[in-house]
């Protein structure tokens, strides 16, 4: 799965990811952080309302993934597909915490989540990450721009604020929890040929092309 | 960390308090909540469905009112952000068993921070027609590890008071039984498969349950309450402990006219 702060780069190499897999005709199942329609019409209520405090912004979030992964993520594993997932518990660790959320409640709130096999971290530099968001994104959201914390005023400026405090805490997570370091700022191609190789060594590709395998078998 | 017995109205509490522990909450505090700022009273009514909870809540609420305090109420699935998903979500039936325990917690901690802290900055008594013990029994009781539970609820407010309406499942059966003419397809536990027949299910499930409040019970000091006595029974037991927490000279109280119909 991939992790990074938004504007790393990381949806669009696991997106790539995922190509090189579909083609090669693995048997894989994508999965995006806050994707499950449960609780969405809460999330969507809570967020227009600004009724959401940490806390329960973070318990929606993890409510949402349960659903995920009770339904979908660990039925999925058991029955021998390859998951790719975009954003996974470590979003909920650096963000909530970054919200002054308790590092110790976060972490036994997702003691439920099975612990990846790899855990890509894309980091790039602040200034780079929030340009690529502010260029494409004029607007930002009151949540997203961790407006909800009184950073600052300017939506802009506390974005950067958020994304900063996220960042910093990401860092932390890096050897305790194994994370491959990615740097974003290397061209698109040369990242991802460095991906689909750590992968392939990382992970016995074999096991998910069950079909042609299978057939010969028989 | 504020001592009950600092609380802002500074009123004296009695040494009956369920707690005795100076924290006001089980071991983390909330984010953004300064539990000093927090004055007025938790009070906590337990029970199944049944028990007789809501008619106690409704008689206290009156009484403490005509003594001159302001009540405000809680209860399981009452929050602006999530009752109606959960509702929704029971209809379905095809929650799974986390998922549905953190939809309930957030139900509990919007409830928490919107509703009883507000309450207690402003000097209320706050009645709980259940907490998150329910949440935590119920869970336990699906297979759920305790000590995530007790995690999860880790940033809760301790109550003052706890009491614990307890009765027979087959006399709650029967209450409900009367009431409703039906019994609710969670509160009989059909998810867990452990009987076709409706009133077996309810039974083993309520038994399950139970264990797991007498375990809540020695860990946070409930105060159990024989809930088959009459409702003047119940009623009486619980004004006396509540009128000595609060500091209540006068403990007579004759239901008004629009309640009259619950005293029995």
Not at chain 1, 106 to 111: E, K, P, Q, T
Not at chain 1, 127 to 144: C, T, W
Not at chain 1, 170 to 175: A, F, N, P, S, W
Request: charged share 25%.
């Amino acid at each position: 799965m991939v992790e990074g702060i938004d504007g790393s780069g990381k949806s669009t190499q696991l997106y790539l990811l995922k190509r090189w897999l579909e083609i090669g005709g693995y048997r894989l199942h994508f999965t995006e952080w806050n994707s499950s329609p449960l609780v969405k019409s809460a999330t969507k209520r809570g967020k227009q309302r600004r009724l959401l405090t940490p806390t329960t912004f973070s318990l929606l979030h993890a409510a949402d993934f349960a659903d995920r992964c009770e339904r979908q993520i660990l039925p999925l594993l058991h029955s021998g597909y390859l998951v790719l997932a975009d954003r996974y518990i470590y979003t909920a660790f650096a963000r909530d915490v970054a919200r002054n959320c308790s590092p110790r409640w976060l972490r036994n709130l997702y003691r439920f989540a099975p612990v990846p096999d790899i855990t890509f971290y894309f980091r790039a530099p602040l200034d780079v990450a929030v340009n690529r968001i502010m260029s494409g994104r004029p607007k930002l959201k009151h949540y997203e721009a961790g407006m909800d914390m009184n950073l600052s005023l300017d939506p802009a400026e506390s974005f950067r604020i958020f994304q900063g405090r996220i960042l910093a805490q990401y860092d932390e997570m890096i050897g305790a929890d194994n994370f491959v370091v990615m740097d974003g700022t290397l061209p698109v191609n040369k990242l991802q040929k460095h991906m689909r190789q750590f992968v392939k060594t990382r992970i016995d590709l074999s096991r998910f092309a069950p079909k042609k395998a299978a057939r010969r078998a028989r | 960390m504020s001592p009950r017995s600092k609380g802002k109205n500074g009123r004296g509490k009695s040494d009956i308090s369920s707690t005795g522990t100076a924290s006001r909450n089980y071991g983390l505090p909330l984010p953004g909540i300064n539990e000093e700022e927090l004055g007025g009273s938790l009070i906590v009514i337990e029970g199944m469905d049944g028990s007789g909870r809501s008619t106690q809540i409704a008689l206290l609420t009156e009484w403490l009112e005509s003594e001159g305090f302001a009540v405000e109420t809680m209860g399981l699935r009452r929050s602006g952000l999530v009752a109606k998903d959960i509702d929704a979500l029971l209809a379905e039936n095809t929650i799974t068993k986390m998922t549905l325990t953190l939809m309930y917690a957030t139900d509990f901690y919007d409830q928490l921070e919107h509703r009883i802290i507000p309450a207690l900055r402003s000097d209320f008594v706050v009645l709980a027609d259940r907490y998150f013990y329910t949440l935590i029994a119920r869970a336990a009781a699906r297979g759920i590890e305790r000590d995530y539970l007790h995690g999860l609820y880790e940033m809760a407010l301790r109550p003052d008071l706890t009491f614990w309406l307890n009765v027979r499942p087959e006399a709650a059966f029967e209450r409900e039984f009367r009431k409703s003419h039906t019994i609710s397809y969670w509160e009989s536990g059909r998810d867990l498969s452990l009987s076709d027949d409706l009133f077996q299910s309810f039974i083993m499930y309520q038994a399950k349950i139970k264990k797991e409040f007498e375990t809540l019970s020695e860990r946070n000091g409930f105060l159990a309450m024989d809930g088959e006595a009459s409702v003047a029974a119940v009623n009486t037991e619980l004004r006396k402990r509540i009128a000595a927490h609060l500091g209540i000279q006068r403990t007579h109280y004759r239901p008004s006219a629009a309640l009259a119909s619950l005293w029995r």
